[in-house]
């Protein structure tokens, strides 16, 4: 199991304790797997906005984007976005992300979850949107860019 740092771990926490389900997602998971230092911590939790912002009220909350259901709550100097499911659950969330090195989940107890091959892409060097590229691209034009961007690095 990949270290995950102790305010990530809190917020993931807080969130489980409340009844919610929780678990690190997307470039976070995957640059652990790459043995890299995430510059991003991103949780995708069943909670709402509303909800998530009541549970860390004793921490400093800046509403992110609320409109994509984000708020970022700082723990110990670090910024962590915590994003509802865009979905009902993390399955059907992480098959709306935009490449499958991107739909990688992180469980403390089940470990990595990854649904869409990530893993095995990742090791392959491969970058491979999640379901149809033709959907994927239509529905944000940057991830053109940002699978060159993977490509080049």
């Known amino acids: 199991m990949p270290d995950i740092p102790a305010p990530a771990n809190r917020a993931l926490s807080i969130l489980r304790q409340a009844g919610y389900e929780a678990n690190l997602v997307g470039g976070c998971v995957r640059d652990l797997l790459l043995g890299k230092q995430p510059k991003d911590w991103d949780i995708a939790t069943d909670a709402t906005p509303e909800e998530s912002a009541a549970l860390f009220s004793g921490f400093k909350t800046i509403q992110t984007g609320l409109r994509h259901g984000t708020i970022t709550v700082i723990i110990e100097r670090m910024p962590l976005e915590?994003?509802?499911?865009?979905?009902?659950?993390?399955?059907e969330?992480?098959?709306?992300?935009?490449?499958?090195v991107n739909a990688l989940a992180l469980d403390s107890e089940l470990g990595i979850i990854d649904c869409f091959g990530g893993k095995n892409d990742l090791a392959a060097g491969i970058i491979r949107c999640v379901g149809s590229p033709s959907q994927r691209f239509a529905e944000d034009g940057l991830r053109v860019l940002r699978a060159l961007r993977f490509a080049s690095v």
């Open 93 to 100: 969330d992480l098959a709306h992300r935009d490449f499958t």
């Open 82 to 91: 915590i994003t509802t499911f865009r979905k009902d659950t993390l399955k």
